[in-house]
């Protein structure tokens, strides 16, 4: 099983990071980016901590996949 995404929540308003089986990821907010995604990166180079929080919102909810 393995971490593909992650929601987060403040302001009454969610936003969401997830994570394609390359390890890129990519933030969505329907308010600024409409309905395109931001890439921010390659998970493994990023530091630690990095998935905590996103643009001023804490993380609520964490999404896992079993790639079969």
């Known amino acids: 099983i393995k971490l ?3 929601i987060y929540g403040g302001d009454h308003h969610f936003t969401s990071r997830y994570i394609i089986p390359t390890g890129d990821l990519w933030f969505h907010n329907g308010i600024s980016t409409g309905r395109s995604c931001v890439f921010e ?3 493994n180079n990023l530091p630690n901590g990095h998935l ?3 643009r001023g919102k804490s993380a609520i909810n964490l999404i896992y996949a079993q790639v079969l």
Do not use: E, N
């Open 4 to 6: 593909r995404g992650v």
């Open 41 to 43: 990166g390659d998970l």
């Open 52 to 54: 905590t929080s996103a």
